[in-house]
C-alpha cells in the first residue's frame, strides 16, 4: 500500500508555528501593544501551542490582537472578538493556515509584498478555496485600514481617512492590567465609526480590489501542474510569475482608474517583492518538501495476530461506514417500488431483445412521472422501478397517474404486450444514495413486502402512508391487517382506486 507524503513534512509543522508566533507578535507590537516584552512572550506562547494545537493557538492569538483593538474602540473590539470567534472554524481549517495567510496579508501590504498571499494561497489551496481565502484576507486589510484612518497600505487601497477611529498611538501603559477597560466603556461613541464608514473614499474601488486578488489566486492554480509530472516545481515557478504579473496588472489600471495615489515605482517594487516571495514559497514547497509515494509498512505479526488485526480493521471500517450513513444518508422518506407483471413469461416467449425494449419503454413512460411529482427515481436494475418522495401525496399521485399512463398507452398499441405494474408503497426510515433514491432501510423493505399483496395494475399502500396524505381525491380501499414476511408486527394496508369504478381486489396471500 503507498501513500502520498511530502519529503520533510515534519519541519512543516515547526515552520508553521513559528510562522503563527512571530505573526502575531508582529501585529501585537504594530499596534502598540505595551509592555512590549508582553508582545513578544504573547508571540512566543501562541508559537509553542501551534506545535500541539493550531486550533487553541488561533483563538488564543485573535484574544491577544483583540485587546489593542478593545482599548482603543470598545464596539469595533467587542466586533473583532465575535466575528473572529464565530469564525474560528474557518480561520483554524488546516492547522491554521488559513488564519496564517490573513495574518501575513497585513505584513505583506505592509512590506512590500501584497500580492504574493494571494499568489500563494491559489497555489497551495487550489482554485476555489485559493480565491476564497484571497478575497477574504482583501476584506479584512481593507477593513483594517479604514477603521485605521489610512488611505493606503502599502499598495493596497483602505479607503480609510485620518484619524480613524483606531488610534493605537493612545494605549494604556500596561493592557494586561485590563484597569484600562471602564474608561474604553465610557468613551464609547457608535458616531466615529458611522464617521469612519461615510467618510470612506472610492467604494468601487474597495469592492474591485478583493476580485483581483481573487482572480490572482486562481492563475497559479491554473497554471500548477499535476503531482506526478516531473516539469511541476519549474511551472510553479511561471505560475508564480504569472500570479503576480495578474495582481500588479489589474491593481495598477484599478488604482489608476479610481485616482488612488500610487505611482508606477511604488507598484513596480511592489510586484518585485511580491513576485520574489512567492516563487521562493513556492519553490520550496516544491523542491523542499516535494511529494513522494510511501510505502506503508506492515508489522509482522503471528497468524493469530494477523487475524485479529484483520478483523479489528473490518469492524472499525464497517463502524465508520455505519457512521457515515446515519449522520448523512439515512432520513425518513416515502418509499415506491414497482414490478412489471408476467415478465419471466414475456422473456421466455419473446426473447431477451424484446423484453428489453419492453423494460426501456416502460421506464421511459414511468420515470418523467415520478419526477413529476418531485420523486427521484430509478431502476432496479431489472424490470422494476424505485422511488423517494418527501411528500406522500406525491407517492400517492405519481402511484395514480403511473397506472393511468400505462392503462392509455395500452389501448393505443394494441398490437404489442400489454405493460402492467404493481406498485407498493411505505414510509419510514431509508438509505439514499447521491441521486436521493432508495438504497436500503426499513421502508424500502416494507413497500416492497406490499407491493407483494398487488397483481399487475394494482397500488397497494400503508395505513401510515394514507394517514399521513391529504390527498382528498385519491380513493382508497382498506383491506385490513396483514402479517407480511420478515416484517414483525401485522401492517394495516390500502388500496389505492385509481381507475373510474375500479372495484378493489383481493391481496395475494390472503
Known amino acids: 500500500m503507498t501513500q502520498a507524503v511530502r519529503r520533510n513534512e515534519h519541519l512543516l509543522r515547526w515552520l508553521r508555528a513559528a510562522a503563527l508566533g512571530i505573526g502575531t507578535a508582529w501585529a501585537l507590537i504594530a499596534m502598540s501593544f505595551s509592555p512590549g516584552a508582553a508582545a513578544l512572550g504573547l508571540g512566543l506562547l501562541v508559537g509553542v501551542l501551534a506545535l500541539f494545537s493550531p486550533g487553541i493557538a488561533v483563538l488564543l492569538s485573535i484574544a491577544c490582537l483583540g485587546l489593542p483593538v478593545l482599548a482603543a474602540d470598545f464596539v469595533l473590539g467587542v466586533a473583532f472578538m465575535i466575528i473572529g470567534f464565530a469564525a474560528i472554524q474557518y480561520l483554524g481549517q488546516d492547522n491554521g493556515r488559513v488564519y496564517l495567510f490573513i495574518l501575513f496579508a497585513f505584513i505583506g501590504a505592509a512590506y512590500g509584498p501584497a500580492w504574493a498571499i494571494p499568489v500563494i494561497a491559489g497555489y497551495l489551496m487550489g482554485a476555489s478555496e485559493g480565491a476564497v481565502l484571497a478575497l477574504v ?63 470612506v473614499r472610492s467604494i468601487p474601488l474597495l469592492i474591485v480590489q478583493p476580485v483581483i486578488w481573487a482572480a490572482a489566486a486562481v492563475v497559479p492554480a491554473l497554471v500548477r501542474r499535476p503531482l506526478e509530472d516531473s516539469r ?11 500570479g503576480v504579473f495578474a495582481a500588479a496588472a489589474a491593481s495598477a489600471a484599478a488604482l489608476a482608474a479610481f485616482g488612488a495615489d500610487v505611482g508606477l515605482s511604488q507598484i513596480g517594487t511592489a510586484a518585485a517583492l511580491s513576485l520574489a516571495v512567492a516563487a521562493a514559497a513556492i519553490g520550496a514547497w516544491e523542491w523542499v518538501f516535494p511529494p513522494f509515494a510511501k510505502r506503508a509498512t506492515i508489522p509482522r505479526m503471528s497468524t493469530m495476530e494477523a487475524e485479529d488485526a484483520d478483523v479489528d480493521e473490518l469492524l472499525r471500517l464497517i463502524s465508520t461506514a455505519e457512521d457515515e450513513l446515519a449522520s448523512k444518508h439515512t432520513t425518513h422518506a416515502v418509499v415506491m417500488i414497482t414490478d412489471m407483471k408476467s415478465f419471466s413469461a414475456m422473456t421466455e416467449e419473446e426473447g431477451s431483445v424484446i423484453s428489453a425494449k419492453t423494460i426501456q419503454r416502460h421506464r421511459d413512460l414511468l420515470l418523467p412521472v415520478i419526477t413529476s411529482y418531485h420523486g427521484n427515481g430509478k431502476s432496479t436494475g ?32 394494441e398490437g404489442e404486450r400489454e405493460i402492467y405494474i404493481r406498485i407498493g408503497i411505505a414510509n419510514g426510515e431509508v438509505v439514499l444514495d447521491r441521486g436521493g433514491r432508495p438504497f436500503i432501510g426499513n421502508a424500502l423493505n416494507l413497500a416492497a413486502r406490499v407491493m407483494n399483496l398487488g397483481d399487475g395494475g394494482q397500488v397497494f399502500t400503508t395505513r401510515s402512508v394514507v394517514d399521513a396524505s391529504r390527498a382528498r381525491d385519491v380513493d382508497t380501499y382498506r383491506h385490513g391487517s396483514v402479517e407480511l414476511k420478515n416484517i414483525a408486527e401485522p401492517v394495516e394496508v390500502f388500496e389505492i382506486l385509481w381507475d373510474l369504478g375500479q372495484e378493489p381486489g383481493t391481496p395475494r396471500g390472503f
Open 137 to 199: 484576507s482583501a476584506v479584512v486589510l481593507e477593513a483594517a485600514g479604514l477603521m485605521a484612518g489610512r488611505e493606503l497600505v502599502g499598495v493596497v487601497a483602505t479607503g480609510g481617512t485620518a484619524p480613524g477611529v483606531l488610534a493605537f498611538e493612545t494605549l494604556p501603559d500596561n493592557l494586561l492590567s485590563f484597569g484600562w477597560i471602564g474608561e474604553s466603556l465610557r468613551g464609547v461613541d457608535p458616531q466615529l465609526t458611522l464617521d469612519a464608514f461615510s467618510g
Open 232 to 242: 511541476r516545481p519549474y511551472f510553479g515557478l511561471l505560475a508564480a510569475a504569472a
Open 382 to 413: 431489472g424490470d422494476g422501478l424505485v422511488a423517494a418522495f418527501d411528500a406522500p401525496d406525491d407517492a400517492l399521485h405519481a402511484a395514480v397517474t403511473m397506472q393511468r399512463t400505462l392503462r392509455d398507452y395500452n389501448v393505443a398499441h
